[in-house]
């Protein structure tokens, strides 16, 4: 399902991050593509976002505050503090000024891979999760990601949420305020959705 644009991306990503970050990258995008698959959702596009998620995760702190800006959302206290946190927002403005990318949804994904949002759509949700759980990741067995996918999507994201909190605050990182936002908004939607 790749097209000329993932490889397009693809080729340029490669070049400007690591070997291994590419590697993620790649296999973020098969996950990514997998999970669109599974709960109904375009996996052309799932393959392109994938591959671009973390494209400018090497660039410099002053790079990622140049190209962040350009989406006029401003910035957080967190992400003045912590800029790493602007490598997805920063992608999301390269692959539209790069590449044309202009699909809503597939920049809404990239920009919103880190933190998530509760703005986000149920296909850029699908991104974050990808990129937990890709199977590069210690925690990503056969049977984790079997049991994920089992889930009604947004459980699929609320438990990969909650588990990224607990690993945040047991190596006693901050947790960002925006993916507090959106556990408890997704808490409100599952809980009645069981009733």
Known sequence: MQSELFDKISEYTKTVVKESRF???????????????NYGLPEEKAWIAGIAHDMCKDVSDGQLFELAQKDGRGFSE???????????????????????????????????????????????LLLFVADKIEPGRPQSTDDYRSRL??????????????????YLEKKGKTVDPVTLKLREKLLGECARHEK
């Open 23 to 37: 590697e993620h990258s790649m296999r973020t995008a098969k996950m990514f593509a997998e999970l669109c698959r």
């Open 78 to 124: 967190m992400e003045k503090t912590l800029p790493f946190l602007l490598h997805g927002r920063a992608a999301a403005v390269r692959i539209q000024e790069m590449f044309g990318v202009t699909d809503g949804e597939i920049i809404d994904a990239i920009a919103n891979h880190t933190s998530g949002s509760a703005d986000s759509c149920d296909f850029a």
């Open 149 to 166: 996918l089992s889930l009604p999507l947004k459980e699929c994201v609320l438990s990969v949420i909650e588990e990224n909190i607990a």
